[in-house]
């Protein structure tokens, strides 16, 4: 394009002119690179509210904004999910990029087992990567191993039905699956969630149930929390969560499959005192436990609470599963706890 300074007539041009041209040029050269960027960039939101950007040529790029939490990846987009590992990788965040992508390929193993598909997509992609990340950080081997395990991924096991949450540990050997509507509570710290003792290990995680009329936004649920003291209290007391701990010892048992849960009891505070405080009681039910007892919140009132506990020792490792929930979510709650005991699958 013909720049204006440069259709003035020579005779009239003088030295600054050309001074003038080659700025005119460079400003034009500016503006239409950001002009031909704006028409190539198409701003989206994935299934969690968070925003990425498709480019004219069919390429995604992930965008680490203020809108960004961390998710476990959904099986329908993968491509997004991959972008979003590259771009943690890139920027040093690896205990993300690594569980992100541990979730990816447990998506992609799913579907093939399930024949949701017959295809991998990105599989080899998103491996080569994770190897990269892991030699790259070999010196966070125990930061690594302890907090991007379990990792998970939102699935379905066929292609008629919802999608659920499955997560998996490689370290302590299970899986199962809970409703989509649990979210996971991802550490940042290997002390948020693990610690030892003179004689075993233990390592725990929550899942807790969001309501399905709250909104994706991370930042849409905080603006309705701020809005009353109050509202934030009774979400708090009408939770579903579901908890899961781990334990592995390095000497001979001091517990055995019948009186492991003596462990948890113990790490949970549930001293003799505490149980007639709170009215604890627990009874077998079938493979499980259930255990009832009283609650009193801030403002307050009395609730009944319930737990279901499921507990394994195998050699030197243990694991203790339960679902905690108030009495009013009953229904909603054994519908979650059916679930996880169909799909929980312990090597």
């Known amino acids: 394009m013909e720049i204006f300074s440069q259709q003035l ?17 460079k400003f034009y050269n500016r503006l239409s690179t950001i002009i031909n960027k704006t028409k190539s960039l198409f701003i989206k939101e994935d299934f969690f509210g968070r925003e990425y950007k498709i480019k004219k040529n069919g390429t995604i790029a992930f965008q680490l904004n203020d809108f960004y939490r961390d998710v476990f990846p959904d099986f329908s987009q993968l491509d997004i999910h991959l ?10 965040n690896f205990i993300q990029g690594i569980r992100l992508l541990k979730g990816i390929n447990l998506c992609n193993r799913s579907m093939i087992k399930n024949s ?11 491996t080569n990567l994770l190897n990269t990340m892991y030699k790259r950080f070999s010196h966070k081997e125990n930061e690594i191993q302890i907090l991007t395990d379990p990792y998970g991924c939102y699935i ?50 929550r899942l807790i149930k969001r309501d399905p009329k709250q909104k994706e936004k991370s930042s849409g649920f905080e603006e309705e929390l701020k809005k009353s003291e ?14 899961a701990g781990m334990t592995f010892h390095n000497t001979n048992l001091v517990y055995t499959k019948d009186n492991y849960y003596q462990l948890w009891d113990i790490r949970r505070g549930l001293t003799k005192n505490r149980i007639r405080e709170i009215h604890f009681k627990r009874e077998k039910v079938g493979n499980y436990y259930e255990s009832n007892f009283y609650d009193v919140n801030e403002f307050g009132e009395k609730k009944n609470k319930i737990v ?23 229904s909603e709650a ?6 996880f005991l169909k799909t929980l699958d312990v090597k």
Do not use: C, H
């Open 9 to 25: 007539d020579p005779l009239l041009q003088n030295s600054w002119i050309q001074e003038v041209s080659d700025e005119e040029e």
């Open 334 to 339: 054994e519908d979650e706890w059916n679930l």
């Open 230 to 243: 109050s509202f934030v209290k009774k979400i708090r007391d009408a939770k579903i969560i579901f908890f």
């Open 116 to 126: 949701i598909t017959d295809k991998l997509r990105n599989y080899d992609s998103s």
């Open 156 to 205: 379905t096991e066929k292609k008629e039905l919802e999608k659920n949450l499955l997560i998996e540990s490689e370290a302590f050997a299970f899986r199962f699956q809970i409703g989509k509507e649990f979210e996971y509570n991802f550490p940042d710290r290997i002390d948020d969630m693990s610690g030892k003792e003179s004689d075993y290990e233990w390592k725990f995680f």
């Open 83 to 92: 972008s979003e590992s590259e771009v943690l990788s890139e920027n040093g």
């Open 308 to 330: 279901k506990e499921k507990y394994y020792l195998r050699k030197n490792k243990g694991l203790f599963f339960s679902l905690s929930y108030p009495l009013e979510k009953k």
